[in-house]
């Protein structure tokens, strides 16, 4: 079902959204599903996850960990000590998008020929 964003604005500027393209926009991201795969298995520094995502840089790494945390997805917890430490997680919201991602992975290895792990 969709909703209509902007309901105060005359009918031809408003706009109808439904929830798969409200979700679209909150994954979109070529490392945003990795991110949140990996962080769904448990709290990982930034140098982590960037081990982990080989191929993405630092600022786009930041970049798209801001927009998860700006989304409620993802917490960054920074510590007070030196060198700077700075941890991320998922948040409860982040936590409910891990059934999805399993679904999407066991989608991947039904159609990918993916060997069973």
Not at 28 to 45: E, N, P, V
Not at 93 to 105: A, E, H, Q, T, Y
């Amino acid at each position: 079902m969709a909703r209509t964003l902007f309901q105060g604005e005359p009918p031809e500027e408003q706009i109808e959204v439904c929830p798969v393209t409200e979700t679209q926009n909150i994954i979109a991201g070529r490392w945003k599903l990795i991110i949140l795969w990996h962080l769904s298995k448990q709290t990982r520094r930034f140098g982590e996850l960037q081990k982990l995502a080989p191929g993405i840089s630092k600022g786009i790494l930041t970049r798209q960990l801001r927009e998860l945390e700006d989304d409620q997805m993802v917490h960054r917890e920074v510590y007070k000590e030196v060198p700077p430490k700075v941890e991320y997680s998922l948040t409860p919201k982040g936590k409910s998008f891990i059934p999805v991602l399993d679904i999407m992975g066991e989608w991947g290895k039904k159609h990918l020929n993916w060997p069973d792990s």
